[in-house]
């Protein structure tokens, strides 16, 4: 009897020690998923840091940004425009966790970054490329594209193009030994610049001028220089004094403008990636070129201008 009462009580302080054990486990495994929770809390909770480049166009797509995830969650937002030397410390600083997001061109991502030749390459491949080699090397994602293309272009005055009927590249080379060009050093010097522009297309310039980057379009507007080197967004080209000329012979490479962004931002924020694409196709070349022009031109606030484009097109309230 002795023996059975003192197996009983020993199972019982067996028992008794298991359920302990058990116990302090489940305190273990609720404080560590509390801690798990609470970390969730806490990131989403941290400002997402958006990151510019030093140009306007930029200064107005950060801005968009920030207005678009602030109307569309309880996200908080840092916005740093103007980062020196644009891709090349955006970059790093977005690897290490400085900043969370960032608007970036394409073949900017695809030749400064991922360092391929865009030759040859078309412009869905490209963006399956860096979708794939950003996620394998850097754990960031491309989300969304704007709509517009910021590329070189070729622009003429208005009334050259009147006179011989142009609105292609190629249909310079019959008349192009009557007008001149004028262009930035850089661009004139450049093998895969003026001197590729001229190959391609047949091209023999009456007189090549050396005009500096900011002085172009008051040349075309006086008269000065016929044609000249540009991007496609540019401010001035909401003038009705120039026009681009179509790249017929599809000699540049595309810069459409999207997003790039850390993976884990977009985990710790699952309604970001829901905000930015409220701007996907939302802006044409030519209205790009517009709100630079309010800015670089009008004096108009980045902020400003972001704002009144967004509210008319209904993207935010």
Not at 97 to 125: A, Q
Not at 140 to 151: C, E
Not at 153 to 171: D, G, M
Request: charge should be negative; hydrophobic fraction near 35%; glycine fraction near 8%.
């Amino acid at each position: 009897m002795k023996k059975t009462w003192k197996k009983w009580v020993a199972l019982g302080m067996t028992f008794g020690m298991m359920a302990g054990i058990a116990g302090c486990g489940s305190s273990k495994n609720a404080s560590s998923e509390s801690t798990t929770e609470a970390a969730k809390k806490q990131e989403a909770a941290a400002p997402i840091k958006i990151a510019t480049k030093p140009m306007t166009e930029q200064f107005i797509l950060g801005e968009m940004l920030k207005l678009v995830i602030e109307d569309t969650t309880d996200y908080s937002v840092e916005l740093t425009k103007g980062i020196g030397g644009g891709t090349n410390n955006i970059m790093p600083a977005m690897e290490s966790g400085d900043f969370d997001l960032y608007p970036e061109y394409t073949s900017s991502g695809y030749i400064m970054v991922l360092k391929h030749d865009s030759d040859g390459i078309s412009d869905e491949d490209m963006w399956k490329q860096l979708q794939k080699e950003y996620k394998d090397k850097y754990d960031m994602s491309w989300i969304g594209q704007y709509g517009f293309n910021n590329t070189y272009a070729l622009i003429i005055r208005e009334e050259a193009a009147k006179k011989y009927n142009l609105t292609k590249t190629s249909q310079l080379a019959d008349v192009s030994d009557e007008l001149v060009f004028g262009g930035n050093s850089d661009y004139i010097e450049r093998k895969d610049g003026f001197h590729l522009l001229c190959d391609t297309y047949g091209l023999k310039f009456k007189d090549v001028k050396d005009i500096d980057i900011g002085l172009k379009y008051e040349a075309l507007k006086k008269g000065d220089i016929d044609v000249s080197n540009g991007f496609t967004t540019d401010a001035q080209l909401s003038n009705d004094n120039v026009r681009v000329l179509e790249d017929d012979k599809h000699l540049q490479v595309n810069y459409f403008c999207s997003n790039v962004v850390r993976n884990d931002t977009l985990k710790s924020h699952p309604r970001l990636e829901e905000a930015i694409m409220k701007l996907d196709n939302s802006i044409t070349d030519k209205e790009m070129a517009s709100l630079n022009y309010k800015v670089e031109v009008e004096g108009k606030e980045d902020v400003q201008v972001a704002k009144d484009y967004l509210t008319e097109k209904g993207i935010i309230k």
